[in-house]
């Protein structure tokens, strides 16, 4: 496990059978490469849906609202269904109760902010993820050999998908 405790930058290395775990003290985020092109089909709650198209190098990205090893099997389990299984986002409407229920939210990209300002599953835009307080004003970018992160980690862990 290691440390990022300041604001600061960082590029982590990870291949595509790695998960990098950002952890805080109320939540976990895990990102993965997308690993290959990829579509993920984004329902919407007008009936529409939308597709973002994703390259090997893009992240997809699980924020769960717990810690330990259940969350991390959890957000293994979606990493797998997102990458593996092209499992489609849904995203509920504004005040749809299920929002407080949901034990994770996901986005896919280049590049994720996460904010603990937002309603978990209620947001299309795959550029805005739902943190937990620690993980808040956290971004993260796809690079080319791993995840440039930026914002205040207290820990980190890389572990096989």
């Known amino acids: 496990m290691s440390s990022m405790s300041v604001r600061e930058r960082r590029s982590i290395r990870i291949t595509p059978n790695e998960i990098l775990f950002l952890i805080g003290s109320s939540g976990e985020l895990g990102i993965a490469k997308a690993g290959e092109r990829k579509q993920i089909f984004i329902g919407l709650p007008d009936k529409e849906e939308i597709i973002i198209f994703l390259e090997p190098e893009d992240i997809i990205a699980v924020s769960a609202f717990d810690t330990g090893k259940k969350a991390e099997k959890g957000i293994k389990s979606m990493l797998y269904l997102l990458r593996e299984l092209n499992f489609p986002i849904t995203v509920l409407p504004e005040n749809h109760p299920t929002s407080s229920r949901l034990p994770m939210v996901v986005a896919a990209g280049d590049h ?31 690079s080319k050999d791993g995840i440039d992160v930026e914002g205040t980690i207290k820990k980190f862990k890389i572990e096989k998908f």
């Open 112 to 142: 994720i902010r996460l904010s603990c300002n937002i309603v978990p599953g209620t947001h299309p835009e795959q550029d805005i993820l739902c943190a937990c307080d620690d993980l808040s004003d956290t971004s993260i970018m796809a």
